[in-house]
């Protein structure tokens, strides 16, 4: 994440809420607008940052054709923060159940864009958002979109494991109860409408999906804060499922933890994108290539540089500049 972060963001008890999908009560601060005639095509004006080679960027690096369904179209995605434009003009379309990587130098724009794609950006003041991103052809950005539910479809993990202080059955249940899925409690009871057994299947399987049932299954009633990083991970990935998600959006998920807990995180990243769309960034090359189906490159000044399959990016990609990124040449 940013060292820009923002209080709101980094207060652990709303950027939990957020990610078990919370709705955003607050009204939203950044406008976007839904004009999608006469996109303009990306920049063709020559950049020149240090370090970097002269080249201009060309529309067909960033036309990414594949087969299948787009879950995701971003169109003319410009995002400032005050005067700083951080994302410029990014259009960009997301296959359904698969992995997409976000690569790319520190403050490029990876998290902001993130953040785009499931409105976690209009949590912050500053932020201002012009374009369309729109969710099975519906644009997340409408005035009548909701918020509540479009954080239930695109649900989110953050780069450091964020569980409630609860127990881990609680961390699961939390978003389906809040979202009234299921009813548990003294009232349900008394009216003889309580889900408990439906929640039990609910934290079970959420739990399986996430790798993590056989290690928790005989502690479910013990504070999650007592696992290890990489279990804590997995459950903030549980929780997430438990909301049935459409789209998985990670940031970072696997920067805070060892190696071990990292590659179960990444085997879990490719079973997920069977049934799910996940988006993931990272810093972490070798990672991007070992789990993600395609690869897009943002290089400084918030440009999307290049898109394609993720062994076109790192074996033969056409902008020079993404070779030397990759090359580990700057960045
Ligand atoms: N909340 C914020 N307020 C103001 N500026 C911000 C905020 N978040 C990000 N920025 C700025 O926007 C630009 C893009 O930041 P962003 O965090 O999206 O980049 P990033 O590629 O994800 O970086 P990193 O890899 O270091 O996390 C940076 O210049 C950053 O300083």
């Known amino acids: 994440m940013s060292e820009h972060q923002t209080e709101t963001e980094t207060e652990p008890d709303r ?65 400032y923060y005050g005067d700083e434009h951080a994302l410029k003009g990014v259009s960009m379309e997301i296959p359904e159940e698969s992995v997409t990587a976000l690569i790319g130098p520190s403050g490029c724009g990876k998290s902001t864009y993130l953040r785009c794609l499931n409105r976690m950006n209009d949590r912050i003041k500053a932020a201002r958002i012009d374009g369309s991103v729109e969710l099975d052809g519906q644009n997340v950005y409408d005035d009548n979109a909701n918020l509540v539910e479009l954080r239930k479809r695109v649900g989110m993990v953050f780069q450091s494991p964020n569980p409630f202080p609860k127990s881990i059955r609680d961390n699961i249940s939390y978003g389906p109860r809040k979202h009234g899925d299921i009813n548990t409690g003294l009232l349900s009871r008394l009216v003889g409408r309580s889900d408990k057994e439906a929640e039990e299947k609910l934290v079970e399987r959420s739990l399986r999906d996430a790798a993590l049932w056989d290690e928790v299954s005989g502690r479910l009633d013990d504070n999650a ?81 290049e898109y394609d399959d993720t062994e076109k990016i790192f074996e033969n990609p056409e902008s020079q500049r993404v070779e030397d990124y990759i090359s580990g040449k700057f960045g």
Request: overall charge negative; charged content about 25%; glycine content about 4%.
């Open 225 to 305: 804060l007592g696992l290890s990083g990489g279990q804590q991970q997995r459950l903030c990935i549980a929780r997430c499922l438990a909301t049935d998600p459409e789209v998985i959006l990670m940031d970072e998920p696997a920067s805070a933890l060892d190696p071990i807990a990292t590659s179960k995180i990444e085997d879990l990243i490719t079973d997920l994108a069977e049934e799910y769309t996940v988006v993931v960034v990272t810093h972490n090359m070798q990672q991007a290539a070992r789990i993600s189906d395609q690869t897009a490159v943002f290089l400084t000044g918030g440009e999307l540089v």
């Open 15 to 79: 950027e939990r809420a957020a990610e078990a999908t919370e709705p955003d009560a607050a009204p939203s601060t950044a406008t976007a607008t839904t004009e999608s005639a006469s996109r303009p095509e990306p920049s063709t004006e020559r950049t020149t940052v240090a370090g970097e080679t002269d080249e201009t960027t060309r529309p067909e690096w960033v036309q990414y054709d594949f087969d299948g369904e787009s879950k995701l179209s971003v169109h003319d995605l410009d995002v």
